[in-house]
């Protein structure tokens, strides 16, 4: 797939997750992303913060990929309240002390909507930051392209004239095609 390199820009996301008990016997610790932090260097699980049994962990640091024909998506989740981004995260093992692997970082709700859908991964829904708000701001003013709804129009031709496809053509049937077949006596 060719990109073009005037409508594609990358911005490192570092990803910080919260540790905290789990709310129910079979699972000792809950996870969630709660913030990123735009420009963030190499990480690998820093912990960066520690109240009673809570723990956040600046767990790794993803590329954020805006793409010049996905400005209708990053146009819906700058408009929503607050303006998000989705870290997507996946669960390798089940061990009571495994920690989810960051996949990705979008600001994409469309991407993030695939991605929930296949039920392999967890998608969290995080606060951008305002200069990272800015960024994608900057960029979808700079690349966005309004385009204009076409409404398709039916060409008139009629498909319920012909019964093309009942039956098979190679099978001779002597009545109606959608009968049960009948045992035939010789």
Same mark, same amino acid.
């Given at each position: !797939?060719?990109i ?8 490192? +996301? @570092?990803?910080?997750?919260? *540790? ?7 699972? =000792? ?7 990123? +932090? #735009?420009?963030? @260097? ?5 912990? !960066? ?9 600046? &767990? ?7 793409? @010049? ?7 819906? &989740?700058?408009?929503? *309240? #607050? ?19 960051? +996949?990705?970082?979008t ?17 969290? =829904?995080?606060p !951008?930051? #305002?200069?990272?708000? &800015? ?17 398709? =129009? ?17 099978? *001779? ?7 049960? #077949? ?5």
């Amino acid at each position: !797939m060719y990109i073009n390199p005037e409508k594609y820009e990358v911005l490192p +996301l @570092g990803v910080v997750l919260r *540790r905290a008990p789990g709310v129910t016997r079979w699972k =000792k610790w809950s996870w969630q992303a709660v913030a990123v +932090l #735009p420009g963030a @260097g190499a990480a690998d699980w820093r912990e !960066m913060r520690r109240e009673g049994d809570w723990i956040e962990y600046h &767990a790794a640091t993803v590329s954020l990929d805006l793409h @010049g024909a996905e400005t209708e998506a990053y146009r819906n &989740a700058l408009s929503d *309240r #607050p303006p998000s981004v989705f870290v997507v995260l996946r669960q390798e093992d089940s061990t009571e002390d495994s920690k989810p692997c960051v +996949l990705l970082v979008t600001a994409s709700p469309y991407e993030a909507q695939d991605y929930a859908d296949s039920g392999e991964e967890i998608v969290e =829904k995080v606060p !951008m930051p #305002p200069g990272l708000i &800015a960024w994608v701001r900057d960029f979808v003013d700079q690349h966005h392209v309004d385009e204009k709804f076409i409404k398709r =129009k039916r060409d008139g031709k009629r498909v319920d004239v012909i019964e093309d496809g009942v039956g098979d053509v190679r099978i *001779r049937q002597d009545s109606d095609v959608y009968r049960a #077949p009948k045992r035939r006596l010789q």
